[in-house]
């Protein structure tokens, strides 16, 4: 499997919810927000990932997104199953790869991306992170959230 067959199935998937592929991201607008997913390759191996975020179109952009986080999960051997989809070198028939690649992605990501819509939607994800170490200082001063 490459690069191409992997972008096909995420587009097969989210076409159908309405974002629009550019290169390997997809991106959807809304009137606050704009969602963006992108299929990235490792630099020093055959594995891949799939970053997701938001980017908030009240207030400036220094990066690619304001909101950034890739595909996982909090349950190990979902975590190491996604990991194993998305090393193409493993002997993973095509079938089996893309069918259960759909299946992680509809629980792992298009649930969680559907379900921020607006500034708020994700003022409230911010809030229920243990930490906001990750998150740039210009969205914490716009939400008025701890520095």
């Known amino acids: 499997m490459e690069k191409k067959e992997l972008a096909s199935i995420l587009s097969e998937i989210l076409l159908q919810i309405g974002f629009k592929k550019k290169g ?4 959807v607008n809304s009137a606050e927000i704009v969602k963006i997913i992108n299929l990235q390759k490792s630099q020093f ?20 997104m304001h909101i950034y986080k890739r595909v996982a999960s909090t349950d190990v051997n979902v975590n190491v199953k996604i990991k194993e ?3 193409i070198e493993n002997n993973i028939f095509k079938e089996d790869r893309a ?3 759909k299946r992680v ?3 792992n ?5 559907n379900s921020v819509n607006t500034e708020a939607d994700i003022l409230e994800e911010l809030k229920k992170k243990p930490h906001l170490n990750d ?7 716009h939400f008025h959230l701890p520095e």
């Open 24 to 27: 390997y991201y997809w991106v």
């Open 45 to 64: 191996s055959n594995n891949f990932y799939i970053n997701y975020g938001y980017i908030l179109k009240s207030i400036p952009l220094e990066d690619k």
């Open 85 to 87: 989809l998305l090393y």
């Open 99 to 101: 069918r259960d690649l």
């Open 105 to 107: 992605l509809v629980e």
């Open 109 to 113: 990501l298009i649930e969680n991306i």
């Open 135 to 141: 998150i740039p200082l210009i969205v914490k001063r």
